[in-house]
């Protein structure tokens, strides 16, 4: 690492320093803390992705001019990186407890080294990785896409080639599943643990004995670590409703979902979130009756237009969808030889279904952490309480990923682990989520970035919004497949794209054009002027923002 102090002159407020900061400190690996006070940064970086003059140039791109205070380039290695906020480089190196080995926990962990300090990474389970390489994401997208391509053997719009029943081995999916599962572990997670000798993992469940020191239990007894900072990356775990009678059942949660081996006739879902519309979808496909059982409407936190585009196109592939439906108990008939064992009382009438999948959202992992009597703040439903720094209120105590109060994707907790890792060591980042991307594995896929019609009514941000139905996007026509929407929101004065929520078959690739555009404060007219390569999904976006001078109808082919 590059270490250099700078002096910059023509900022004129305090938030000229944030802007600089909140510029360099986005970028992996660099670290930069601007004093508007003495016109000073501090600035460290990876010599290997960056030059000085580079980083340099980003500032003086905002009007500033900047000298160098130093000229003496430091590397520094894991033993004297400034991130063990000592002034004198030769002390001892910064150690980092983690709880968790999740994604947040590795990100954490891999920063913090590369800045030089020794971590303990604990975690309870027999394996490590956490929730997304072993029982979420991943293989999730692998069932999700096996269904699919079953799907596409039994339903797909083109009549001149032969449909068919799909012939499935369930076993022989869930061992290749396994393996992509296990493969990617070892890549992404033990090989990292097994090639970083500043990183050490303990076995056993952590908890806080005071705000430096962790008292770890496993099978062999306990033990006492104690650390310079912790980060809390207890990731979250299935919530159970408590509706009379379910406890006393061998009902799913995702986990059973993912790696059951029989596929059953009949499954009722209690949920209507992304994990339980996903892994209901991929079940209908493979051959289950699924029954969706939904308090509400499907994605209820979203734009109503969601709801209503994924309900229509679900039961069009038979799905049965109850919306507004409240389950008020369940009932497993245990000795019953055949028919369906799970009987689910609602408002709408009693349910009988051969499984039962509870995906009502999950809960954070912080129950057992002892943060009352270290005094860490946390919300009603336990997540911790963090600020874009991932700082809890304790000093030296941060917490990032699912168990925070951060939304639940991973990308989300990866980059919270990173930036914690960052101002663990002595650094400034903060993560930014104007414009996070949200997307939903289904088919149609949806996806969401920045605000909703309604999140900018809250804020008192005047719209205008359009919605472009995809019978308009030649790319949809072409694949005989026009389920879905494109829905742009605009600040109605600056014209700045703000939003977009979309229902779409590639909704997740076209996501995150939106995601830049937001970013760069791009106006709909930019947007609408921009080259879009023909015949791809992610046209309907421009296509999408040109109604917003045109009517659609006007727009010629490929509408440059
Ligand atoms: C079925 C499913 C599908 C998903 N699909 C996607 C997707 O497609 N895209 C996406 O972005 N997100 C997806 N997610 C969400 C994503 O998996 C999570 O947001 C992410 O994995 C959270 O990471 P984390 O590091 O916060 O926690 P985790 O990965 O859960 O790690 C936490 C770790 O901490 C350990 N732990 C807990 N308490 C203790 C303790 N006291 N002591 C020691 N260890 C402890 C746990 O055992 C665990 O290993 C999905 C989730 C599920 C369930």
């Known amino acids: 690492m590059i270490q250099k102090i700078l002096k910059i002159t023509g900022m004129t407020c305090p938030s000229c320093a944030s802007g600089i900061e909140k510029d360099l400190n986005t970028l992996a690996g660099v670290s930069i803390k601007v004093d508007y006070d003495q016109s000073r940064a501090e600035l460290t970086f990876p010599a290997a992705d960056y030059s000085l003059q580079q980083l340099i140039d980003k500032i003086q791109a905002h009007g500033y001019h900047v000298e160098m205070l130093d000229d003496t380039a430091s590397q520094s290695s894991p033993e004297n990186a400034s991130c063990c906020n000592n002034s004198n480089a030769q002390q001892k190196p910064q150690h980092i407890a983690i709880i968790g080995t999740g994604s947040a926990a590795f990100a954490c962990a891999l920063k913090a080294v590369e800045n030089g300090a020794e971590v303990t990474l604990i975690e309870k389970k027999p394996i490590i990785g956490g929730t997304c390489v072993n029982i979420g994401c991943v293989p999730s997208k692998i069932m999700i896409r096996a269904a699919h391509i079953a799907h596409l053997q039994k339903d797909h719009p083109f009549p001149g080639i032969k449909k068919q029943k799909p012939v499935i081995n369930r076993k022989q999916l869930l061992t290749q599943q396994q393996a992509r599962v296990d493969e990617l572990r070892a890549a992404k997670y033990e090989n990292i643990l097994e090639n970083n000798a500043n990183i050490r993992l303990k076995k056993g469940a952590a908890q806080f004995k005071d705000a ?6 496993n099978d062999t007894g306990h033990e006492e670590i104690t650390a310079d900072k912790i980060l809390i990356a207890t990731g979250s775990a299935p919530f159970i409703p408590d509706i009379p009678g379910l406890a006393e059942t061998p009902y799913w949660t995702s986990t059973e979902a993912l790696t059951s081996p029989k596929i059953p006739e009949t499954l009722a879902v209690l ?7 996903e892994l209901a979808q991929a079940y209908q496909r493979l051959g289950t009756q699924v029954i969706v059982l939904a308090r509400h409407t499907l994605m209820y936190h979203e734009d109503p237009e969601i709801g209503q585009a994924l309900e229509k196109a679900f ?8 919306t507004n439906t409240q389950t ?3 009932h497993y008939h245990k000795h019953l030889i055949r028919g369906s064992k799970f009987a689910i009382k609602t408002s709408h009438g009693e349910i009988h279904s051969d499984q039962l999948l509870v995906a009502t959202g999950r809960a954070p992992n912080t129950a057992t952490l002892n943060l ?13 309480l ?11 105590i941060y917490a990032a990923g699912d168990c925070s109060n951060l939304p639940q994707f991973v990308y989300v907790a990866a980059a919270a682990g990173t930036r914690a890792g960052i101002n663990m060591t002595g650094g400034h980042a903060e993560i930014d989520l104007s414009a996070m991307p949200a997307v939903m594995f289904t088919d149609p896929q949806m996806a969401t970035a920045g605000l909703t019609e309604a999140d900018a009514k809250q804020q008192q941000i005047e719209t205008e919004s359009r919605v472009l139905t995809l019978d308009n996007v030649p790319r949809a026509l072409a694949n005989f497949d026009t389920q879905g929407f494109i829905k742009l929101v605009i600040n109605k004065h600056t014209r700045q794209l703000i939003g977009a929520q979309i229902v779409a078959a590639e909704a997740g690739e076209m996501i995150q054009t939106v995601v830049l555009a937001i970013h760069n404060n791009m106006t709909v007219e930019d947007l609408a002027a921009k080259l879009f390569p023909y015949l791809t999904m992610v046209e309907g976006i421009k296509l999408c923002a040109q109604t917003f001078n045109k009517d659609v109808k006007e727009l010629s082919c490929c509408a440059g």
Request: hydrophobic letters at 45%.
């Open 386 to 396: 963090v600020n874009n720094q991932m700082q809890t209120n304790v000093a030296d």
């Open 328 to 330: 008020e108990s369940v």
């Open 271 to 277: 949920g209507s979130s992304i994990v339980a519309l």
């Open 212 to 217: 430096h020191t962790l008292i770890i239990e």
């Open 315 to 322: 039961k069009q592939e038979g799905m049965i969808i109850l």
């Open 372 to 384: 009352q009597q270290i005094g860490v703040k946390t919300a009603k439903n336990g997540v911790i």
